[in-house]
């Protein structure tokens, strides 16, 4: 079955206690990014990935790090979280971003900061 | 201003209805996608559309290009509809394509 999958799913944690949030995707996608949901907010990107080793801000990107060493996987790093990151996070994954393919979606990770 | 507007920002309903989901937008764009998030939270696709028309079912989106303005509409709604539409626009903003996402509608159907 096509998906994306993050883990974990739900994450209650202190401030400054570095995280990591995984994503991995089985459908061989060159582009992957991270958004962030916020009530009034809407989504908002985290950061992007074009394909294996080459990355980019997005619109919020202070406070996390992402890296993509292999195609499947793009984890989302918070080296030192803040209760401002507290929010819905999704990891979405398409073919190319030049072109307006599909974007899959993996469930969400619910993180709570203290 | 934003720069993808929906309207309305929500909606309430009786079982069976007619509903409609407006969408404009202010940038360039090569695609448009209508997604739907249920109260669980996760995110799924229901259209990506760059003219014209398509149809899943119970669910038609329609964009205009020259209006820059698309609608999704749901026919014979049920309270299983109950769920928040994004739309969300591919454009190319900075040199790089990227989504921009409305607020979001959200949709309550009522037995």
């Known amino acids: 079955e096509a998906q994306v999958t993050q883990n974990p799913r739900y994450l209650i944690t202190v401030t400054g206690k570095k995280l990591t949030v995984t994503c991995s995707q089985n459908m061989n996608h060159e582009y992957m990014s991270w958004y962030r949901q916020d009530p009034g907010l809407g989504l908002r990107q985290i950061y992007y990935s074009m394909n294996v080793e080459v990355t980019d801000k997005g619109d919020v990107p202070e406070g996390y790090k992402v890296s993509r060493k292999e195609k499947r996987n793009f984890p989302l790093i918070l080296e030192s979280p803040s209760p401002n990151q507290t929010s819905l996070y999704f990891c979405?994954?398409?073919?190319?971003?030049?072109?307006?393919?599909?974007?899959?979606f993996g469930p969400g990770t619910r993180l709570t900061v203290t | 201003k934003n720069e993808v507007e929906q309207s309305p920002q929500n909606l309430t309903a009786q079982e069976g209805e007619f509903i409609t989901i407006n969408c404009s937008y202010s940038?360039?764009?090569?695609?448009l996608h209508w997604l739907q998030q249920h109260p669980g939270g996760g995110i799924v696709s229901l259209f990506m559309l760059s003219s014209g028309k398509k149809k899943h079912g119970r669910l038609i989106a329609t964009i205009n290009i020259q209006e820059k303005h698309s609608s999704l509409h749901i026919t014979a709604s049920h309270p299983r509809d109950s769920a928040v539409y994004i739309c969300?626009?591919?454009?190319?903003?900075?040199?790089?394509?990227?989504?921009?996402f409305g607020q979001g509608t959200r949709l309550t159907i009522n037995p």
């Open positions: 979405a994954s398409s073919r190319p971003a030049n072109s307006p393919y599909e974007q899959y």
């Open positions: 940038v360039g764009i090569s695609a």
């Open positions: 969300a626009v591919r454009s190319l903003i900075q040199g790089a394509q990227k989504l921009v």
